[in-house]
């Protein structure tokens, strides 16, 4: 198999003296969606974080494309082929739809236009003038997402994009990453929503107390159901 294009080994990361991630393993390769499990407050969005460069005290190792990550800083990291889109969107209130996609810069070649990005997300064409107060929480989520789409990053990071979305909306969410999948974008996502991320994600890491357990095809769902029921308690 080719190298993949993000690899992480030996995480460990804090928030000020809290210890919490402990040696995180992971692979993510070109074009696959995979998907960070487990129980709240196990390391999922620190691990998001930590690849990010969100949290500056870090160990290990953070490779992308064959790129040491580690000392990149935060303002850079999306330079590299990064995006993240953090779980509470971080829409500007103040802006319409249109204008908070235009904001952030085009940081690689291949980023989808804007009239791209509206064939993908019929909803946002129809509210292009809206102000971002004005959108609804499933709207707000795509403009999200939409909006790091256009910078041209080759890995996107999604933390909880489902969390409190309609059943209608969290459809639309999965076929969109069903889509992006199709057009070569490769996901790292975290997901409470286990129904959901088994029909979009190739594979899954089982986190618990800030380490990786387990790594698994969606293949082998069926035979890691007891371990997965036990483990998140669903």
Do not use: C
Request: aromatic share 4%.
């Amino acid at each position: 198999m080719a190298e993949p294009l993000l690899h992480v080994r030996g995480l460990n990361a804090w928030y000020g003296e809290s210890h919490a991630l402990h040696g995180v393993d992971l692979d993510v390769h070109a074009g696959e969606t995979v998907t960070l499990v487990g129980r709240n407050g196990v390391g999922k969005t620190t691990t998001l974080r930590a690849i990010m460069g969100i949290l500056p005290r870090r160990t290990g190792t953070i490779r992308l494309g064959g790129q040491d990550m580690l000392r990149v800083p935060l303002h850079r990291t999306a330079h590299h082929g990064v995006g993240f889109v953090p779980e509470e969107r971080a829409i500007f209130a103040s802006l319409t739809v249109e204008e908070n996609l235009l904001l952030p810069p085009v940081v690689a070649p291949g980023g989808m236009s804007v009239a791209d990005i509206y064939r993908l997300f019929p909803n946002l064409r129809e509210r292009r003038t809206s102000a971002g107060t004005q959108l609804s929480g499933g709207e707000q989520q795509m403009l999200a997402i939409a909006r790091i789409l256009r910078s041209g990053v080759k890995l996107l990071l999604l933390d909880e994009p489902t969390e409190g979305l309609a059943p209608v909306i969290v459809q639309r969410i999965g076929e969109i990453l069903v889509d992006l999948k199709k057009r070569g974008m490769t996901v790292l996502l975290v997901e409470q929503n286990f129904r959901f991320a088994a029909k979009v994600a190739d594979r899954f890491y089982l986190m618990d107390h800030g380490r990786v357990l387990d790594g698994f095809a969606v293949a082998d769902l069926p035979a890691r159901m007891n371990q997965l029921t036990e483990t998140l308690g669903v």
